[in-house]
């Protein structure tokens, strides 16, 4: 191959680097700092709220999901509790409590960090509800810190679902987040779900925007 030729797709290659680069440099995404909750299964809602029992509807969330009105306390080792978890819906086919690490110290658990549906292996917990209890031999985990973006947004910022960027809070605390996952979906609003330890450390509440730096 020819010296110029191969200069010229250097070149190229080099300009749509920078243009990518360029893209996700700079692009701003609202935070929404994510309280413990948990998922569960028809199955399991009927053992904890009753037999035929239906989740019912308080608040809309995002990719056709919604928080419930209905609680469950959650137990640990040595009888450690933390109530009033808040369901979300609608039912999944597998239950699944996402919490903080310092709930998982609570609690007196190793709860992994993961992302939202990979519970194998995970921490056991207890689940009790007005009507019955369930134990979960896996299914709790801290979850990995995550952008929702639309497939336009992900357009717009240079990213594709499945990469794993760093983001940057400019702040007071100045904090820099890696190991962000991007999540994409046509039915994803823009915004990184952190839980509410990473969000009190770094001075962040909900509607604060950080920027996506690689």
């Known amino acids: 191959m020819e010296q110029q030729t191969i200069e010229k797709i250097t070149q190229m290659v080099l300009q749509t680097l920078n243009q990518m680069e ?18 569960l299964t028809q199955e399991h809602v009927e053992i904890l709220f009753g037999e035929g029992y239906n989740l019912t509807k308080k608040k809309e969330l995002m990719g056709g999901q919604y928080a419930c009105n209905e609680t469950v306390t959650v137990v640990g080792l040595k009888l450690r509790a933390i109530e009033n978890v808040r369901v979300l819906g609608p039912v999944r086919s597998a239950s699944q409590l996402e919490i903080s690490s310092t709930d998982a110290m609570k609690l007196g658990i190793k709860a992994p960090i993961r992302e939202s ?12 509800g007005p009507k019955g209890a369930v134990y979960l031999k896996e299914g709790c985990i801290v979850a990995m810190r995550h952008i929702h ?14 990469d794993i960027v760093s983001v940057k809070a400019d702040n007071e605390r100045g904090t820099v987040f890696e ?12 915004e990184m779900h ?20 690689k």
């Open 194 to 213: 952190i839980d509410t330890d990473e969000a009190n450390a770094s001075l962040i509440k909900t509607g604060d925007k950080v920027t996506i730096m």
């Open 22 to 39: 360029s893209k996700s440099n700079g692009f701003q995404v609202p935070v929404g700092v994510s309280a413990r909750h948990i998922h």
């Open 179 to 190: 190991h962000v996952k991007i999540r994409v979906h046509d039915s994803f609003t823009l």
């Open 117 to 128: 549906g990979n519970v194998a292996g995970s921490a056991p917990i207890a689940v009790v």
């Open 149 to 162: 973006m639309s497939p336009a947004d992900a357009m717009a910022a240079g990213v594709h679902d499945g």
